[in-house]
């Protein structure tokens, strides 16, 4: 499964975007869809995670102001980002997981908030 990312951009702080992450493949049978940051100097974290079951993860700096989603008609996932913060800036990144040893990176998107 291929994954490509889309969204990204230069937003104000308190402005919104949403990232696209289309894959070649179905979702429906992914046991976790989710969205990664990665910011210079720091460790990829999670941000937000959706399991097959329903359930959803947020990281407590988004809670409140992210939200995941995905369309498994159209293999697509996505991250609706509003009340932007300078804070939020970096490189995001979707994963697909569909089971314990197999999992899918997509190519990243640049999201840049300007106080």
């Known amino acids: 499964v291929q994954l490509q990312a889309s969204g990204g951009g230069l937003v104000q702080a308190g402005g919104s975007l949403r990232l696209s992450c289309a894959a070649s493949?179905?979702?429906?049978?992914?046991?976790?869809t989710g969205w990664y940051r990665q910011t210079p100097g720091k460790q990829r974290e999670l941000v937000a995670s959706?399991?097959?079951?329903?359930?959803?993860n947020y990281a407590e700096s988004v809670q409140g102001r992210f939200t995941i989603s995905r369309d498994t008609a159209k293999n697509t996932v996505y991250l609706q980002m509003n009340s932007l913060k300078p804070e939020d800036t970096g490189i995001y990144y979707c994963?697909?997981?569909?089971?314990?040893?197999?999992?899918?990176w997509g190519q990243g998107t640049q999201v840049t908030v300007s106080s």
């Open positions: 959706f399991t097959k079951d329903g359930t959803t």
């Open positions: 493949g179905s979702i429906f049978s992914m046991i976790v």
């Open positions: 994963h697909l997981r569909r089971n314990a040893v197999s999992a899918y």
